[in-house]
């Protein structure tokens, strides 16, 4: 579904007189029905990488491809509706509106993709109840626990039905509580088919994953896939190779 070729983003300052090489030359690819986990250390590169993925920006060299489509190709005045018509996103803080009830901050990249009121409502009938706010469609997110706006912002995210779900850093801002119900989501909606691919340091939220890939110094450094393993039993070794990536950066020093 999704695949990077020899990706490279270089920033430059204002003058061009220093340039920051942030990613250099990542390649892997990501299959349909596939749970990816992107982790590093802040400056490694994953956001940078998620935000090309996403069309915020465009990389300095390589190719992005979703489905065949070349998202350098995808015009400046496109991105926005190439955006809700192929992705959804979970964000860190929600980015709920409190002026709209649960449903209507549901309907919104519909209601922005100018669709009909029928499709919005047959789509949110069958998303609502599998997250648990049937109940709730008519209150307003500051009516809600944390857990309950975060699955308000993941129905939001898949009611476009996206070929791909991105998730930046999204239990970077929950208890663990609400952490672990929105992870056990993200599996669930995996199970249910729904491709993903999620920004995180978190070696528990990364241990929800189908596969790791850790990013160091803008290159895949490693990559784990979890296989049968159990949840805890890929913790493990997704810890022992975060310990593993410090102790040889250590040897540099």
Do not use: C, W
Request: charged share 25%.
């Amino acid at each position: 579904m999704l695949k990077l070729r020899n990706v490279e983003k270089t920033y430059y300052s204002m003058l061009k007189t220093r340039a920051e090489r942030v990613l250099k030359g990542i390649s892997f690819e990501v299959a349909d029905n596939e749970f990816v986990a992107i982790m590093g250390e802040s400056g490694a590169g994953k956001s940078t990488l998620l935000n090309l993925i996403a069309t915020l920006d465009d990389p300095t060299a390589g190719t992005i491809t979703l489905n065949g489509q070349d998202l350098n190709q995808v015009k400046e005045d496109e991105r926005a509706k190439f955006r809700r018509e192929h992705l959804g996103f979970i964000f860190q803080d929600f980015d709920l509106l409190d002026t709209f009830n649960v449903q209507d901050n549901i309907y919104l990249p519909l209601v922005l993709a100018k669709k009909p009121l029928s499709l919005m409502n047959t789509r949110l009938a069958e998303i609502a109840p599998k997250l648990g706010l049937s109940e709730v469609l008519n209150k307003h997110p500051y009516e809600l626990s944390g857990g309950q706006q975060q699955r308000v912002a993941a129905a939001r995210a898949i009611i476009t039905n996206p070929e791909l779900l991105l998730a930046d850093e999204p239990t970077g801002a929950l208890d663990s509580r609400t952490s672990a119900e929105l992870l056990n989501l993200l599996e669930e909606l995996n199970q249910a088919g729904q491709t993903t691919l999620m920004v995180t340091h978190s070696a528990v939220a990364a241990s929800h994953s189908k596969r790791v890939l850790f990013i160091r110094d803008g290159i895949i450094f490693h990559q784990l896939y979890r296989g049968n393993l159990t949840q805890l039993q890929f913790l493990t070794k997704i810890s022992e190779t975060l310990t593993a990536m410090l102790g040889e950066a250590d040897q540099h020093f």
